[in-house]
Structures are given as C-alpha cells and as structure tokens.
C-alpha cells in the first residue's frame, strides 16, 4: 500500500453503508475494534486505531461494525 496518499474529500463516519463518494481507493480509520464489510465482496477486522486502505468498486459501499470513518484517497503521482 502507499505511503504517500492524496486526499480528495473529508472523513466520513461508516457505520451505516457509503461509497465514500463513489470512491475507488479509501484510506479506513477503526477508532475503536471494528468488523469492516465491503459491499458484498467480504469482510476483515481492523484492530482499534489502525489504518488501512481498500480498493474497490465505486458502487461497493463499506459498513463498520463500530466507529469507524474513511476517506477517499488516490495514489501520490
């Protein structure tokens, strides 16, 4: 995954299903041990304050068990 990461938009909370603006690239908080689901592909669990990145289709919508938020982000060029 990048290390160097360009944020197109504001955090926004995933609790309830969101594309993230139709993102295909999103940069994921857990502020607390959250089960991460990624429209119907599957899902993981992220530890409470990690981060990860999930690339998806820009109709997948993620949803966090618990608190949550996500970005959209793309590749630094």
């Known amino acids: 995954m990048p290390s160097i990461v360009k944020v197109l938009g504001n955090e926004v909370d995933i609790t309830t299903a969101n594309t993230v603006g139709n993102a295909s690239l999103v940069r994921i908080y857990a502020t607390n041990e959250s089960v991460v689901t990624v429209g119907s592909t599957g899902s993981f669990t992220m530890p409470a304050g990690s981060v990860t990145f999930v ?7 993620l ?8 970005v959209a982000v793309s590749y630094k060029a």
């Open 63 to 70: 949803t966090a068990s618990n608190t949550a938020v996500a």
């Open 55 to 61: 690339e998806k289709a820009t109709t997948d919508t």
